[in-house]
């Protein structure tokens, strides 16, 4: 149980369930997460210190909650390893692995909602020019690194599929690792976050600037708010249902991925 410490952490990537699974917990008295994600504290802003952090994540729990938090980049780094090993090496670590190219194309419309990436361009052309859609979407090696550090009983890797076919046993799963008293009234059974088209470009990159500047300053919780707020979501945003096509999954299998396939069966 919770000790004025944070007891379990979501990894990563992005675009793999973290919405869904942010959802969940939030819905489950047993648990504590912030309203907020991606509070980037182990690998962007630990120069804040240790207090700063728990101001955020542990103000209002109780002995009777494990604590949370998700940040889907502290998989891919190394100081957040070791931070993170100083800080509880006890951790509960969560890692949810889904189809590499299918991440990536999740990953390329957001970049695309949120002005990063011309509308023009295709997905293949996106994959040639940002790094971030290939190597979030490797995810075997970081989480072999996390596993070799706290040992596999405390790294939980869930197939992406798995929530997509079953959210229950999806959520039983997670439940199960944390030794939690799940509530099966708010498992979310469709997604929290799909993919969504840009109303007005050039505003929704102006507040994705303040946002960024908000984390920065310390206030990821504002952030958060926004990015909960569903006036704000639907005056930004329509919903987008656009499927990556089985030529450009191919593709991007046969430059990026192939080895990667191979590999993330190791974590299961």
């Given at each position: 149980?919770?000790?004025?410490?944070?007891?379990?952490?979501?990894?990563?990537?992005?675009?793999?369930?973290?919405?869904?699974?942010?959802?969940?917990?939030?819905?489950?008295?047993?648990?504590?997460?912030?309203?907020?994600?991606?509070?980037?504290?182990?690998?962007?802003?630990?120069?804040?210190?240790?207090?700063?952090?728990?101001?955020?994540?542990?103000?209002?729990?109780?002995?009777?909650?494990?604590?949370?938090?998700?940040?889907?980049?502290?998989?891919?780094?190394?100081?957040?390893?070791?931070?993170?090993?100083?800080?509880?090496?006890?951790?509960?670590?969560?890692?949810?692995?889904?189809?590499?190219?299918?991440?990536?194309?999740?990953?390329?419309?957001?970049l695309k909602k949120m002005g990063l990436v011309p509308q023009s361009y295709s997905f293949?052309?996106?994959?040639?020019?940002?790094?971030?859609?290939?190597?979030?979407?490797?995810?075997?090696?970081?989480?072999?690194?996390?596993?070799?550090?706290?040992?596999?009983?405390?790294?939980?890797?869930?197939?992406?599929?798995?929530?997509?076919?079953?959210?229950?046993?999806?959520?039983?799963?997670?439940?199960?690792?944390?030794?939690?008293?799940?509530?099966?009234?708010?498992?979310?059974?469709?997604?929290?976050?799909?993919?969504?088209?840009?109303?007005?470009?050039?505003?929704?990159?102006?507040?994705?600037?303040?946002?960024?500047?908000?984390?920065?300053?310390?206030?990821?919780?504002?952030?958060?708010?926004?990015?909960?707020?569903?006036?704000?979501?639907?005056?930004?945003?329509?919903?987008?249902?656009?499927?990556?096509?089985?030529?450009?999954?191919?593709?991007?299998?046969?430059?990026?991925?192939?080895?990667?396939?191979?590999?993330?069966?190791?974590?299961?």
């Amino acid at each position: 149980m919770n000790s004025a410490k944070v007891d379990f952490l979501y990894l990563g990537p992005d675009k793999a369930g973290s919405s869904w699974i942010h959802s969940f917990l939030s819905a489950q008295k047993s648990a504590h997460v912030p309203t907020f994600k991606d509070i980037y504290f182990f690998d962007r802003f630990y120069s804040r210190g240790i207090e700063w952090y728990h101001s955020k994540v542990l103000p209002s729990v109780s002995r009777q909650q494990l604590c949370g938090e998700l940040s889907h980049d502290y998989l891919f780094s190394d100081q957040a390893i070791e931070r993170i090993y100083s800080y509880n090496s006890n951790m509960k670590l969560i890692v949810c692995a889904r189809d590499p190219a299918k991440r990536a194309f999740s990953h390329y419309l957001y970049l695309k909602k949120m002005g990063l990436v011309p509308q023009s361009y295709s997905f293949l052309e996106a994959l040639e020019v940002h790094s971030s859609l290939v190597i979030n979407s490797k995810i075997t090696a970081p989480t072999m690194k996390y596993i070799a550090k706290f040992g596999f009983d405390n790294v939980l890797v869930l197939p992406f599929s798995l929530l997509e076919e079953d959210p229950s046993s999806f959520a039983k799963c997670i439940g199960d690792f944390l030794e939690l008293r799940i509530d099966d009234e708010y498992i979310p059974h469709e997604k929290v976050l799909g993919a969504a088209r840009s109303r007005w470009p050039l505003l929704t990159r102006f507040l994705r600037r303040i946002g960024d500047g908000a984390r920065s300053a310390g206030f990821p919780e504002a952030v958060g708010a926004i990015k909960a707020n569903r006036l704000i979501t639907r005056l930004l945003y329509s919903r987008l249902n656009q499927k990556i096509t089985e030529r450009e999954y191919q593709t991007a299998n046969e430059l990026y991925f192939k080895e990667e396939l191979v590999d993330i069966r190791k974590l299961f």
